[in-house]
């Protein structure tokens, strides 16, 4: 089992690039974030729900390691936790390196699955340029690399905050590599 932790909390109601830092967020299961734009059983982000307002949410929370900052500051940037959008920022955990259907145990009882990969859209561009070519690549196989994190749905609510382990639970059986969602 890998483990991490927590860095930073952060939420917004309004469908907004960045999430504003605190104390604390309460994951609700099957929902996501309490207070947050994107809890829901189906898709709350705007240009999934133009495309089809049915199809389930499988990007309740969104999760950033706080080591890609680091790496985005030593190539001049400066972002800081909830930027990005994420909710949860963590540190000394590879989050995308996880295969699809990880448990996450956070703190005392929330659990979330790992959906997927962000998909890195043009509002990380207007938010720096630049930045969209960081945060999204092409191996030395010309393969897409994601950068900006992983999405997972809720499993088990539970109140997270900075400090609070991360324990990656790996599924049984062949595991799959992280696709966007």
């Given at each position: ?34 207070g ?36 985005l ?45 962000r ?24 393969a ?9 749905v ?8 900075p ?10 059986g ?8």
């Amino acid at each position: 089992m890998a483990y991490g932790t927590v860095t930073t909390v952060s939420t917004s109601g309004g469908h907004t690039f960045s999430k504003e830092s605190r104390d604390s967020v309460t994951l609700l299961a099957g929902l996501g974030v309490e207070g947050d734009a994107h809890a829901g059983v189906t898709v709350k982000h705007r240009s999934r729900v133009a495309q089809d307002p049915t199809q389930p949410n499988l990007r309740q929370v969104h999760l950033i390691h706080e080591e890609l900052f680091t790496e985005l500051s030593d190539a001049g940037f400066t972002v800081a936790p909830g930027e990005l959008g994420e909710n949860l920022t963590t540190r000394g955990i590879d989050l995308l390196a996880l295969p699809t259907g990880t448990l996450l145990r956070i703190g005392d009882a929330a659990v979330v699955e790992v959906t997927g990969l962000r998909n890195p859209c043009l509002q990380i561009e207007a938010f720096q340029e630049g930045l969209l070519k960081q945060v999204v690549g092409r191996d030395a196989t010309g393969a897409i690399v994601r950068k900006a994190g992983v999405m997972s749905v809720v499993r088990q609510g539970g109140v997270i905050r900075p400090g609070d382990t991360v324990a990656a639970e790996l599924p049984e059986g062949p595991h799959r590599p992280l696709e966007r969602v």
